[in-house]
């Protein structure tokens, strides 16, 4: 395969909500382009970027593909990304490869709530944008509809370059509003369409639409403002020319028109993309660190090489596969370079360009190409590979962390030997995820963005490694503390036939502020009990309280205080004053009103602005306390404070509530006090539990 420069590359990230046609799309510029020979589609199970088993039976994007293709002697790698919103993570992850993005927007449905997220991270990886006005070929879609959709979205900066010819069934090409042309289409053709005179029915139409983007081109441009009001127009060289200088600095964000589906309109997309996006090198260097200091390295072949890692695959047969971008320098095959994170050295064989599942070999990679290579030995997502005579680190993904956990647990003694080494090599590619052992309820809890998510990681681990778990929702980690005081006597005596057990302790115990934990005071004088058992009388406090009083919940935010005490010379030991400590804690616990803690989650929903009323009344109903509202376009940010024990089952209500439409991230915030209600069914519960698991010993 041969090699392109850095001014001949593209990488496009091509975003959206899901079902928007992102791989569809894919598919039929890679048709077009010649790089692959039919027209493939989602609903038949073929496309080149959905080759996942998960993706194939659920026909949807679950992590993002790569492919590229050749278009006017330039490459195109093209990153075919997950628009759900269990899966959205992922998006933000690739797109740091990306120098540009073509956000798709339903024809049918509009701007959605994912498309406005992918939408934010363009915008934060400061990336020029075009929008593609997809299914205009389907019942019910619209072109004015979708596009005033956007422009409420994302500003009268969105403006059409192209408008659609025909409607619904009748759709069948594209009006350019640059050259003043009409370009039909072949249905499932091979995405070239024919050029021909504009119908007299939409001259009218398309002269006005012709007029509005001249006026925006020459708006940021004082040269072309000039020219406009001197000659009254500008001509399609001079719009094209102003076009790609406002594309670049995000002055505009031109709107295209197609049918995915019908593969029309594709060949206008790739020239759009070749003609109007930045080269890798255009967007300005690249910001890393150097020795601790912060440098900035342009994207070009003349300087040392560099390549950031930001994306990873598990495969059962050829390993870890790690996907880069090649930031600085020319990466050739074989190179030796070094991880700046771990200090290793790796030796790059089989360079290869991503064709979906794929990879196809070449010999070098220029600045700003993606790649991958299979089987390095520690490199993981977010690392950098650099020559190790210039070495540099750019700065990790960020992604926040997953919002729901699920007690996992193998099937089998097989299953449990293996499973901690299938997760992990999962865990190696998918970064949003975590897998944790709870010290308290001594569960393994496998955590991600959604139900749907973890579920396609345990339908992986069983598919890929054979490994079958049981997901289970995971045990509250309850906790127990006192309201109230209290100053107990505990008073361990036994006698036996020889020594006997003498230990004799009198504490106070008072409540401490959430999160304290435990405080522990002597205040012994006089040697009412010698210092060398004290610790045994704290040790005893403690190992009672780990237990807890009320349901086995271990106790925490209290406060001890020692003050008096006696001891026997004979048959005082440190056992004997740590079972008086157990006494005391138990003594304690009889006056010092005890009660439940329970977790509070932090939580927060994106969701379309018309289910704001449904989702409060929701939140109200799970004991959740409302602390903010935002409206960002159509979206509506709730932020509440809700128990975790009433947050277990959210993702499928919240699915059901929007019609899929909503998102939620939470993360943990406090403990507080469960309502007395409450508390009786749990104290009731883990009683219960306790007398079944004596039974069961008996």
């Known amino acids: 395969m041969k090699t392109y420069d850095t001014k001949d590359i593209r990488n496009v990230g091509i975003v959206g909500h899901g079902g928007s046609g992102k791989t569809t799309l894919t598919a039929g510029l890679l048709f077009a382009t010649g790089a692959t020979n039919r027209l493939t589609r989602v609903d038949e199970g073929n496309t080149i970027t959905d080759f996942d088993d998960e993706e194939i039976q659920r ?61 934010e991270f363009a915008s934060h990886y400061k990336l020029p944008r075009a929008l593609v006005i997809n299914k205009l070929d389907r019942e019910r879609s619209s072109f004015e509809r979708a596009l005033e959709s956007i422009q409420a979205n994302f500003g009268r900066n969105a403006v059409p370059i192209q408008i659609p010819l025909g409607s619904e069934r009748d759709f069948r090409g594209v009006i350019d509003l640059i050259q003043m042309k009409a370009v039909t289409y072949e249905p499932g053709g091979n995405g070239t369409g024919k050029v021909e005179d504009i119908p007299a029915a939409a001259a009218d139409a398309a002269q006005k639409a012709h007029e509005a983007l001249v006026e925006m081109v020459a708006e940021g441009n004082d040269e072309l403002m000039e020219e406009f009001f001197e000659k009254g127009g500008l001509s399609p060289e001079r719009i094209l ?83 880069f971008k090649v930031y600085s320098g020319v990466l ?8 700046a994170a771990r200090g290793s050295t790796e030796r790059l064989a089989h360079l290869g360009c991503p064709m979906g599942k794929t990879i196809t070999p070449v010999t070098e990679l220029h600045a700003g190409d993606i790649g991958a290579v299979a089987k390095l030995k520690d490199t993981q997502t977010g690392d950098t590979l650099c020559d190790k005579n210039s070495l540099i680190a750019y700065p990790p993904i960020q992604l926040p962390e997953p919002s729901i956990a699920f007690a996992i647990q193998a099937n089998s003694r097989q299953d449990e030997d293996r499973m901690g080494n299938a997760v992990q090599r999962i865990l190696e590619e998918d970064q949003s995820l975590r897998f944790y052992r709870d010290p308290q309820t001594k569960e393994f809890l496998l955590a991600g963005s959604g139900q749907q ?10 598919k890929r490694y054979g490994v079958e778990v049981t997901l289970k929702a995971p045990k509250i980690p309850y906790r127990e503390t006192i309201r109230g005081t209290a100053d107990v006597q505990g008073r361990h005596k036994k006698q036996t036939g ?26 012994i004088f006089g040697g009412a009990i010698p210092k060398q058992y004290i610790p045994a009388v704290e040790k005893g406090i403690l190992e009672a309280a780990e237990n807890g009083f009320l349901a086995g919940y271990p106790m925490v935010d209290f406060k001890v205080i020692l003050y008096d005490g006696s001891y026997h010379d004979v048959d005082s030991s440190e056992l004997s004053f740590k079972l008086a400590g157990r006494k005391a804690f138990k003594a304690a616990m009889q006056q010092a009103k005890p009660a439940l803690l329970e977790p509070i989650m932090n939580v927060e929903i994106q969701a379309p602005v018309e289910y704001a009323g449904d989702l ?79 039974e069961e010993e008996e």
């Open 498 to 523: 020889g020594h006997g057990q003498f230990g004799d302790c009198r504490i106070r115990m008072e409540p401490l502020p959430r999160g304290a934990r435990f405080e522990f005071a002597n205040e």
């Open 59 to 119: 026909r949807i994007s679950i992590s993002t593909a790569i492919a590229f293709a050749e278009w006017k002697k330039t490459k195109i790698n093209l990153l075919d990304t997950p628009g759900y919103n269990i899966f959205i993570n992922d998006t933000r992850a690739a797109l740091v490869a990306a120098d540009a993005a073509l956000v798709m927007v339903d024809g049918i449905a509009g701007v959605e709530v994912q498309t406005e997220k992918t939408w």
């Open 241 to 323: 020319e102003g076009l790609s200088s406002a594309v670049a600095e995000m002055r505009l964000y031109p709107v295209l028109c197609a049918s995915a589906y019908l593969n029309a309109g594709a060949d206008l997309i790739l020239n759009f993309i070749v003609e109007h996006f930045p080269h890798p090198g255009r967007r300005g260097p690249v910001t890393g660190q150097q020795n601790g200091t912060e440098v900035a390295r342009p994207v070009s072949d003349s300087e040392p090489v560099s390549a950031f890692v930001f994306k990873t695959v598990a495969d059962p047969f050829a390993g870890r596969i790690s996907f």
């Open 453 to 462: 998510h973890v579920e396609v990681i345990v339908s992986r681990l069983k």
């Open 616 to 694: 409060m009344g929701d939140l109200n109903g799970r004991r959740g306390r409302i602390s903010g509202m935002e409206t960002r376009g159509n979206t509506q940010i709730l932020r509440a404070q809700v128990p975790m024990a009433e947050m277990l089952n959210y993702q499928n209500d919240l699915t059901s509530m929007t019609q899929g439409r909503a998102s939620f991230t939470m993360e943990f915030d406090h403990y507080d006090f469960v309502p007395q209600l409450q508390a009786d069914k749990i104290i009731a519960a883990a009683k219960a539990a306790k007398a079944g698991e004596e």
């Open 332 to 339: 050739k095959n074989d190179a030796n370079l070094q991880n």
